[in-house]
């Protein structure tokens, strides 16, 4: 009589582990990742605003589902594609202007300089 385990549950329980070593490994990679978004998560949950921004978003995506819906079976955007993408670039400027006040300064100043040293070109041409 053998005590030893039959050759293919040994394999088997061999598999197994390898299984659940992959999966601890794919969990703590994922648990890494999630880590990094707790932070902001908790700031977005703490906002004030984000009542008021939940219902834009819900009323965007019945604007996008009727949109759809006109569209019929040509197609259209997904009703996950909320147009997020076009606040991106304004988000960055304001996040830069945040982290550097004075640049909001400096822009203004371009924006009415300009005119005034075009004018002052011209006119000196003259």
């Keep these: 009589m053998s005590y030893l385990p039959a050759k293919g549950i040994v394999d088997d329980i061999n598999s ?19 880590a990094t978004l707790v932070a902001p998560a908790k ?4 906002d004030p605003a984000l009542p ?11 604007i996008k589902a009727r949109e759809k819906k006109s569209l019929g079976s040509l197609g259209g955007t997904s009703l996950g594609d909320i147009g997020l993408k076009g606040i991106v670039q304004p988000l960055r400027y304001y996040v830069g202007y945040k982290k550097n006040p004075a640049m909001g300064m400096l822009v203004i100043a371009a924006i009415f300089a300009a005119p005034l040293a075009l004018g002052y070109v011209l006119g000196k041409r003259r």
């Design 16 to 34: 197994l582990v390898s299984d659940v070593r992959s999966g601890v490994n794919t969990a703590k990679k994922y648990g890494a990742k999630a």
């Design 43 to 46: 700031a977005i949950l703490d």
């Design 52 to 62: 008021e921004v939940v219902s834009l978003v819900m009323e965007l995506k019945a």
